[in-house]
Structure formats: structure tokens, C-alpha cells
């Protein structure tokens, strides 16, 4: 009699316990999927308001160009700029001169990089380096890099080369300033503790300062990944004039040719936006990494 009741009670505990468990998983699935549908709606909502402003100002610029009180040679039609856009990426035109924008951005954006990070880190450490070049940064970060480019002109010569140093340039002191305070703010506790621990020289930096400073110095990239483009059209300007699409934007205004120019305005903006979506890569990478 006993055997028989233990077993029942065991038999009824199990079936108890499959019982909890699948109450667990199947609340658990659901819990997830309704978290998944939270997301989706969460990114969608966050991708609504751009897209219903721009929609709105296409259609303001579709009603003000569409009475003809406003000359096209100020603002051309949408319809033109889109024909003169398709006809650009259909002859190659936008393809070849946009490879050589990139190819320079990334350059000068790589070369401030190289030199950036270690700079940074050295006037964050030594007050005697950070006495020496701080006066130089301020200058160099007040003076436009507009004014820049014609001694690189003269100095480089027509070409590539002067296109890189003007986007390294435009893309250095940024950064430097942002690799500065990321390494700056590190409380001194944590450094201490660190050392107790035995980290120093290469492990300190490794494992200790570069990962707390990582949210400014990422901060730096994604700003100084867009700006080196600003820094490749404003050295196309002057030290590339034929070939670039600051080029195609020269072109365009010497032959008041708007709709040309509001086309590669476009690609201009499109391929800032590739940009900038680029660095969320480097922030994932960073968040599984660290």
C-alpha cells in the first residue's frame, strides 16, 4: 500500500514538473515573441519621422518649383534633379568619381587615425607633450581646413596626396581632443586598483584605459568618418579639381547647372549616410568585444 502511494505521488510530481516546465517555456516563447514586436514596432516608430519629413519637404519643393515663380537656375524641379541623377548612375559618371571620393576619405580618415589615437593618449599622460602641442591643436582645430588646402596645393600639387593630408587634417584634431578626454575622465580609482592588480605598461592600456575610454574614442570615429568627406570635397576643390565629386560639384556651378549639382549633392548626402550607418557596425563590434 505504501509503494503504490509513494509511487503515485512520484508519478503525479513528475507530470507536475513537465507540466511547470512547459508552462515556463511556452510563457517564456511568448514573452519573447511579444518582445520581438515591441522592437520591430520601436524601430519602425524610429524610422517614421525622417521619412515623413523629407516626404513633406520633397512636397514643398515640388509646389514651389511647380508655379514657375522661382527660377530654375535657384532651385530646380525634383523631376529634374531625379532625371539628371538616373542619367549620371546610368552613364558611370557618379560611380567612377564616387569610388575616388571614397578612396580618399577612407585614407585621410585611416591616416588620422594612426596618428590620432597615439597623440591623444601621450597628451593625456605627459603634461609636458600636452603644454607643448595643446596651443598648436587649438590653432589648428580654429583654422578651416578651406584655407588649408591652397598650401596644400602649392606644397603637394595637384592630386591625390593633398586630398588625403586635407582629409586627415580635417579629421585629426577631433579626434585628438576626444581620445584626450575619453582618457582623461577614467577615474583614478579604477587605475589604482588596476595596478594593485599588477597591470601596467601594455596591459594597462589594453585592458584597463583604452576599453573605458572607448565610448569617446568611437565617438570621435563616427564624427571624423562623416567629416573626412567634407575634408575629400573641400580638397577635391583645390588640389583635384577633375576628378571627385567635389569635382562634379565644380563642374556643375561652373556651367549653372543646378540640377546637376542638386544630383550630387544627393550622392554626397547618400554616401554620408552609408557612412555613419558603417560606424554602428564598429559599435557592435565593440559591444561583443568588450
Given at each position: 500500500?505504501?509503494?503504490?502511494?509513494?509511487?503515485?505521488e512520484?508519478?503525479?510530481?513528475?507530470?507536475?514538473?513537465?507540466?511547470?516546465?512547459?508552462?515556463?517555456?511556452?510563457?517564456?516563447?511568448?514573452?519573447?515573441l511579444?518582445?520581438?514586436?515591441?522592437?520591430?514596432?520601436?524601430?519602425?516608430?524610429t524610422?517614421?519621422p525622417p521619412?515623413?519629413?523629407?516626404a513633406?519637404?520633397?512636397?514643398?519643393w515640388y509646389?514651389?518649383?511647380?508655379?514657375?515663380r522661382?527660377?530654375?537656375?535657384?532651385?530646380?524641379?525634383?523631376?529634374?534633379?531625379?532625371?539628371?541623377?538616373?542619367?549620371?548612375?546610368?552613364s558611370?559618371?557618379?560611380?567612377e568619381h564616387?569610388?575616388i571620393?571614397?578612396?580618399e576619405?577612407?585614407?585621410?580618415?585611416?591616416?588620422a587615425?594612426?596618428?590620432?589615437?597615439?597623440?591623444?593618449?601621450?597628451?593625456?599622460?605627459?603634461r609636458?607633450l600636452?603644454?607643448?602641442?595643446?596651443?598648436?591643436?587649438?590653432?589648428?582645430?580654429?583654422?578651416p581646413?578651406?584655407?588649408?588646402?591652397?598650401?596644400?596645393?602649392?606644397w603637394?600639387?595637384?592630386?591625390?596626396?593633398?586630398?588625403?593630408?586635407?582629409?586627415?587634417?580635417?579629421?585629426?584634431?577631433?579626434?585628438v581632443?576626444?581620445?584626450?578626454?575619453g582618457?582623461?575622465?577614467i577615474?583614478?580609482?579604477?587605475?589604482?586598483?588596476?595596478?594593485?592588480?599588477?597591470?601596467?605598461?601594455?596591459?594597462?592600456l589594453?585592458?584597463?584605459?583604452?576599453?573605458?575610454?572607448?565610448?569617446?574614442?568611437?565617438?570621435a570615429?563616427?564624427?571624423g568618418?562623416?567629416l573626412?568627406?567634407?575634408?575629400?570635397?573641400?580638397?577635391?576643390?583645390?588640389?583635384?579639381?577633375?576628378?571627385?565629386?567635389?569635382?562634379?560639384?565644380?563642374?556643375?556651378?561652373?556651367?549653372y547647372?543646378?540640377?546637376?549639382?542638386?544630383?550630387?549633392?544627393?550622392v554626397?548626402?547618400v554616401?554620408?549616410?552609408?557612412?555613419?550607418g558603417?560606424?554602428?557596425?564598429?559599435?557592435?563590434?565593440?559591444?561583443?568585444?568588450y
Open positions: 500500500m505504501n509503494v503504490s502511494t509513494s509511487l503515485a512520484r508519478t503525479s510530481f513528475e507530470e507536475y514538473e513537465r507540466f511547470d516546465v512547459q508552462e515556463t517555456s511556452s510563457s517564456g516563447g511568448e514573452r519573447r511579444q518582445n520581438g514586436k515591441t522592437s520591430l514596432f520601436y524601430r519602425l516608430f524610422l517614421l521619412f515623413a519629413l523629407g513633406m519637404l520633397l512636397v514643398a509646389i514651389a518649383t511647380s508655379s514657375g522661382i527660377n530654375s537656375l535657384i532651385l530646380p524641379a525634383p523631376a529634374d534633379v531625379f532625371s539628371s541623377l538616373m542619367d549620371g548612375l546610368r558611370g559618371l557618379y560611380w564616387t569610388l571620393t571614397v578612396q576619405s577612407l585614407f585621410g580618415f585611416l591616416l587615425v594612426a596618428i590620432a589615437l597615439p597623440l591623444g593618449y601621450g597628451v593625456a599622460k605627459s609636458l600636452a603644454y607643448t602641442l595643446q596651443p598648436y591643436l587649438a590653432a589648428g582645430q580654429a583654422v581646413a578651406i584655407v588649408i588646402a591652397p598650401f596644400l596645393y602649392l603637394f600639387g595637384i592630386g591625390t596626396l593633398s586630398v588625403i593630408v586635407v582629409c586627415m587634417l580635417v579629421v585629426l584634431f577631433p579626434m581632443i576626444n581620445t584626450v578626454l582618457i582623461q575622465t577615474e583614478r580609482e579604477l587605475l589604482e586598483a588596476a595596478r594593485l592588480e599588477g597591470a601596467v605598461g601594455w596591459s594597462m589594453t585592458q584597463i584605459e583604452f576599453p573605458l575610454a572607448l565610448p569617446a574614442i568611437l565617438a570615429v563616427r564624427t568618418l562623416t573626412s568627406i567634407t575634408g575629400a570635397i573641400v580638397g577635391e576643390f583645390f588640389c583635384n579639381p577633375d576628378h571627385g565629386l567635389g569635382a562634379l560639384v565644380h563642374i556643375a556651378l561652373n556651367q547647372n543646378m540640377a546637376f549639382m542638386f544630383a550630387t549633392v544627393i554626397l548626402a554616401l554620408a549616410a552609408l557612412y555613419f558603417a560606424t554602428w557596425f564598429l559599435l557592435k563590434l565593440a559591444e561583443v568585444v
